[in-house]
């Protein structure tokens, strides 16, 4: 069974940064296309950034381009998301997601992402 687990949520302010990961069991941790997704209150949960099966390429929205960066450490099972210059529209639950199939790396579309972590709350205040 793939299970999913992220942390690393907190309050921080304007300007500052958070690092959240999510650590992978179960099927072969390498073959999973991962992402990262957030959502606000009221709002639809939207796409924020993914990685390939193989670790090799990465994909960001248009919003987060520049700021965050994700990255994995295959030894330690664990996806990370490092976030940058953070702003108040950043606030949002945070959630990891896995899926099963490769050709789904990079998708934004949160149906195509199979396993999904409990989220982590960012918070970051004005």
């Known amino acids: 069974q793939v299970q999913l687990v992220e942390s690393g949520g907190g309050l921080v302010q304007a300007g500052g940064s958070l690092r959240l990961s999510c650590v992978v069991s179960?099927?072969?941790?390498?073959?999973?296309?991962m992402g990262w997704f957030r959502q606000a209150p009221g709002k639809e949960r939207e796409f924020v950034t993914a990685?390939?099966?193989?670790?090799?390429?990465?994909y960001y929205a248009d919003s987060v381009k520049g700021r965050f960066t994700i990255s994995r450490d295959n030894a330690e099972n664990t996806v990370y998301l490092q976030m940058n210059s953070l702003k108040p529209e950043d606030t949002a639950i945070y959630y990891c997601?896995?899926?099963?199939?490769?050709?789904?790396?990079?998708?934004?579309?949160?149906?195509?992402?199979?396993?999904w972590g409990q989220g982590t709350q960012v918070t970051v205040s004005s």
């Open positions: 997601a896995a899926a099963e199939e490769k050709y789904y790396s990079g998708s934004t579309n949160r149906r195509n992402y199979r396993y």
């Open positions: 179960g099927r072969t941790f390498s073959s999973y296309p």
């Open positions: 990685l390939s099966w193989n670790g090799v390429s990465t």
